[in-house]
């Protein structure tokens, strides 16, 4: 059975920083790509940013770009994203998902993930 556990979450102020962590157990880990994605209160669940099974890609929303940086480390089975320049519309629910293949690309499809987290809470005060 697969688990991921979402932490780091919490409350920042605009401007600020976090920096999320994915642990992993229970699977290849090293063989899947990885995506982050956000629920805001109302809105549907969107991609934040992805990472390829062996680090080489990274994919980006482009609300995100030049803030957001995603990153693994295989040895640890943990994904991170560093989140600068923090802004009251990133306030939502994080969540990190394994992709559905192994050693496939990054896709921005919710479809393409067959094993979720239980979530962090961000919240950016303005």
């Known amino acids: 059975q697969v688990q991921l556990v979402e932490s780091g979450g919490g409350l920042v102020q605009a401007g600020g920083s976090l920096r999320l962590s994915c642990a992993a157990a229970g699977s290849i880990f090293s063989s899947y790509a990885i995506g982050w994605f956000r629920q805001a209160p109302g809105r549907e669940r969107e991609f934040v940013a992805g990472?390829?099974?062996?680090?080489?890609?990274?994919v980006y929303a482009d609300s995100v770009k030049g803030r957001f940086t995603i990153s693994r480390d295989n040895s640890k089975s943990t994904v991170y994203l560093q989140m600068n320049s923090l802004k009251p519309e990133d306030t939502a629910v994080y969540y990190c998902?394994?992709?559905?293949?192994?050693?496939?690309?990054?896709?921005?499809?919710?479809?393409?993930?067959?094993?979720w987290g239980q979530g962090t809470q961000v919240t950016v005060s303005s």
């Open positions: 998902a394994r992709s559905r293949g192994a050693r496939v690309a990054v896709s921005l499809r919710t479809s393409e993930y067959t094993y």
């Open positions: 990472i390829s099974w062996n680090g080489a890609g990274t």
